[in-house]
T-cell receptor, first 110, second 115 residues
């Protein structure tokens, strides 16, 4: 059974700080990794995806992938209260399917 | 503009009743998916379809059925055999097999409750 693990949180950070969200996965053959943000009561929205080892930056967001250690992380710089949401990590599971983690709840306080 | 439309937004099911959730996309995506999300939990895959007239069971298909007669449409029926249907149902689509492991994009969801 392929698994994706995330700390459920809540992860509480002060406004302006860096929030670091982590995700580990069990399938060593996974090639594609995705981060979604889900506000309470809403559907998930794609933030970033990463396919290669290393860092990928998009505005205040940086995705980091380490395939040897089987983890992927999301850094949010200059965190804002509007970033408060649940962040879902998803890993490609073959046949165009994604395997989702249960999500980490982030709370950014003023 | 392009997107995924789910309807209705809220749905109530009576005991013994089948209900159908609609999902339509105009993104020209080949692959479509149905997920169930329970409070405080992640997404669990119910059914998925990579191409018209073909679909496969996901991890929790029991009590559900789907059809894929058109590329744009992937309706989900929650049958009376599903004893605990109360959940948030999400439809998603992606480019499909020819595009490799592409991201999935979600509709706004349907909240189903038992009367």
């Amino acid at each position: 059974q392929k698994e994706v693990e995330q700390n459920s949180g809540p992860l509480s950070v002060p406004e302006g700080a860096i929030a670091s969200l982590n995700c580990t996965y069990s399938d060593r053959g996974s090639q594609s990794f995705f981060w979604y943000r889900q506000y309470s009561g809403k559907s998930p929205e794609l933030i970033m995806f990463i396919y290669s080892n290393g860092d990928k930056e998009d505005g205040r967001f940086t995705a980091q992938l380490n395939k040897a250690s089987q983890y992927v992380s999301l850094l949010i710089r200059d965190s804002q209260p509007s970033d408060s949401a649940t962040y879902l990590c998803a890993v490609a599971g073959g046949y165009n399917k994604l395997i989702f983690g249960a999500g980490t709840r982030l709370a950014v306080h003023p | 503009d392009g997107g995924i439309t789910q309807s209705p937004k809220y749905l109530f099911r009576k005991e013994g009743q089948n209900v159908t959730l609609s999902c339509e996309q105009n993104l020209n995506h080949d692959a479509m998916y149905w997920y169930r999300q329970d409070p405080g939990q992640g997404l669990r895959l119910i059914y998925y379809s990579q191409i018209v007239n073909d679909f496969q069971k996901g991890d929790i298909a029991e009590g559900y059925s789907v059809s894929r007669e058109k590329k744009e449409s992937f309706p989900l029926t929650v049958t009376s055999a599903q004893k605990n249907p109360t959940a948030f149902y999400l439809c998603a689509s992606s480019i499909g097999l020819t595009g490799g492991n592409q991201p999935q994009h979600f509709g706004d969801g349907t909240r189903l409750s038992i009367l």
